[in-house]
C-alpha cells in the first residue's frame, strides 16, 4: 500500500467504503471495511491525502486519521454530488470524494477539536429544549384560550396563565381542565430550568473564549450567538473575505444570471442555517433598539430603513455583521464605532 497517495472514503454507520489511488490516478484499492477495523487498515496504509464528507462523525474520524500522520480534508456534500458517475451507491459515493478531494478548486470544512463540537452540543440541545418549550405554551395557550383565559403572545407573558393554572381558588378553570393542564406546566417550567442551565453553561464558555468575548462586541451579537459562531468557525482564513463568509452563511442574494444580465433573487439560505437564523435575529434586536434609542449603527439603519421594509433591513444587518465578525475573528480586534468619526469630519 506504499503507492497510494489519494483515499476517498464514504462514512456510514458500520461499513465504511474506501477508495483509494495512486499518483497516476490508478485505483489501488477499492473494499468496504466493517466499523471496528476500520483505524486497523488505514494504519497500514502510508500518510497521505484523505477526503470524507462532512458529516455526523466526520470530525472524529478526521482527528483519529490525523493522529496516524494522514492530511484529512472534509469536502460540503453538496460539492461531491457533481462527481457522483451514473448510479448513486457506497463505492460510486467513496469514488467521487476521492476524485473531488485533488481538485485544487474545492473548498473543505475545517475539523473541529472535541472542545468545539462540545459547545456546539450545548447549543443544538438548548434549541431542541426551547422548541419543546414554544410547543408546550402554544398548547397551554390554545387550550386556556378555549375558556377565555388569554394572554400577550410572547414566553414571557405566559406567566399570568400559569398563575391561573397554579391558583386553586380561580373558579373560571374547571377542575378536570385543572388536571389536564397541570402537567403541561410543570414541563414548561422543567424545559425552562434546563434551557438556563445551558445559558450558564454557554456563558462560561464565552467568558474564558478570546474570539467570543471580541466577537460580542458588536451590536446585535451576544453571548449565544458569539460562542456559536467562535465554535462553529475553526478557521477564519479559509474565507477570502467577509463578503465572502456572508454568502457562505447563505446571507447573499441567489442569483440566476446569464448573458450578461443579473438577475438577483432571495438569499440563497445556504449553509449553516442556526447561524443564519441568530443572526438575523440579532440583527432585529438591533432595528427595534435603533428606532428608540441611541446605538452606534443608529444611522445606517435608519437609512435603510427609509428605503426597505423591516425584514429586508434585518437581513441586510445581518450580512453585514457577518462580515464584521470575520473581519474581528481574522485580525483579532473588536468591533468600533466609526459612524461618529466620520459625521464630524464631513
Not at 450578461?260 to 433573487?265: I, Q, S, T, V
Not at 428605503?307 to 453585514?320: C, E, G, P, Q, T
Not at 470575520?326 to 468591533?335: D, H, P, Q, S
Request: some cysteine.
Amino acid at each position: 500500500m506504499e503507492e497510494i497517495t489519494t483515499v476517498g472514503i464514504d462514512l456510514a454507520k458500520s461499513v465504511f467504503q474506501i477508495h483509494a489511488i495512486d499518483a497516476s490516478g490508478r485505483v489501488v484499492l477499492s473494499k468496504a471495511v466493517r466499523r471496528s477495523a476500520f483505524l486497523a487498515l488505514m494504519a497500514k496504509i502510508p500518510p497521505c491525502l484523505i477526503g470524507m464528507e462532512a458529516c455526523a462523525s466526520s470530525h472524529y474520524w478526521a482527528r483519529e486519521l490525523a493522529r496516524l500522520g494522514h492530511e484529512v480534508r472534509l469536502i460540503p456534500p453538496a460539492y461531491v454530488k457533481a462527481y457522483v458517475r451514473r448510479q448513486k451507491n457506497d463505492a460510486a459515493d467513496a469514488a467521487a470524494i476521492c476524485e473531488a478531494v485533488s481538485r485544487p478548486s474545492m473548498r473543505f470544512v475545517p475539523v473541529k477539536t472535541a472542545d468545539q463540537q462540545a459547545v456546539l452540543m450545548l447549543h443544538r440541545s438548548r434549541a431542541l429544549l426551547v422548541g419543546q418549550r414554544t410547543a408546550l405554551i402554544c398548547a397551554l395557550r390554545a387550550h386556556m384560550a378555549e375558556l377565555g383565559l388569554v394572554a400577550p403572545t410572547g414566553a414571557r407573558n405566559i406567566a399570568s396563565l400559569l398563575a391561573i393554572l397554579g391558583d386553586p381558588s380561580d373558579q373560571r378553570l374547571p377542575v378536570l381542565a385543572r388536571l389536564a393542564l397541570e402537567p403541561l406546566a410543570r414541563r414548561i417550567q422543567g424545559l425552562q430550568d434546563e434551557v438556563d442551565g445551558l445559558d450558564k453553561r454557554l456563558l462560561d464558555w464565552h467568558r474564558a473564549n478570546d474570539d467570543s468575548r471580541r466577537l460580542a462586541t458588536i451590536p446585535g451579537v451576544g453571548p449565544l450567538i458569539a460562542s456559536a459562531i467562535a465554535a462553529s468557525i475553526t478557521d477564519p482564513s479559509m474565507f477570502r473575505s467577509g463578503r465572502e463568509f456572508a454568502a457562505f452563511l447563505g446571507l447573499v442574494p441567489r442569483q440566476s444570471s446569464t448573458g450578461g444580465k443579473e438577475r438577483l433573487g432571495r438569499i440563497s439560505k445556504m449553509g449553516d442555517r442556526y447561524l443564519r437564523t441568530l443572526l438575523v435575529v440579532g440583527a432585529t434586536a438591533v432595528l427595534r433598539h435603533a428606532k428608540t434609542k441611541d446605538s452606534p449603527t443608529k444611522t445606517w439603519v435608519q437609512t435603510l430603513l427609509a428605503k426597505k421594509s423591516f425584514k429586508v433591513a434585518a437581513v441586510a444587518l445581518a450580512n453585514k455583521n457577518a462580515r464584521i465578525a470575520w473581519a474581528i475573528m481574522t485580525r483579532g480586534e473588536v468591533f468600533r464605532d466609526t459612524t461618529q468619526p466620520r459625521a464630524m469630519a464631513a
